[in-house]
Nanobody, 124 residues
């Protein structure tokens, strides 16, 4: 059973940066995909980025690929989402998720484990 805990959310001004962290715990993460999603009020959950724990391969949503960056630290057992040039429309609850297949999936349904989420609010 994989458990995930996000941190790093908060209230920031537009144009600034924020880094979210995800702490997985449980069985070995080798072979897992670690994804970041977000959900704004009244909107569907949106894929942002995913990374393969094994080989570091990544995939991004077109809407954020020029501003967001996903990475992992195998030693500290952390996954990060670096968010730059934040906009008011980035305001949402951000979720970390873990799944197995398919490789670098962008579908939330392929991620079986989810964190509780962390709120990011960007003021304009």
């Amino acid at each position: 059973q994989v458990q995930l805990a996000e941190s790093g959310g908060g209230l920031v001004q537009a144009g600034t940066s924020l880094r979210l962290s995800c702490q997985p715990s449980g069985p070995t993460l080798s072979g897992y995909l670690m994804g970041w999603f977000r959900q704004a009020p009244g909107k569907a959950r949106e894929f942002l980025a995913t990374i393969s724990w094994s080989d570091g391969g990544t995939a991004y949503a077109d809407s954020v690929k020029d501003r967001f960056s996903i990475s992992r630290d195998n030693v500290k057992n952390l996954v990060y989402l670096q968010m730059n040039h934040l906009k008011a429309e980035d305001t949402a609850i951000y979720y970390c998720a873990a799944g197995v297949t398919p490789y670098l999936s962008r579908l939330s349904s392929n991620y079986g484990y989810w964190g509780q989420g962390t709120q990011v609010t960007v003021s304009s």
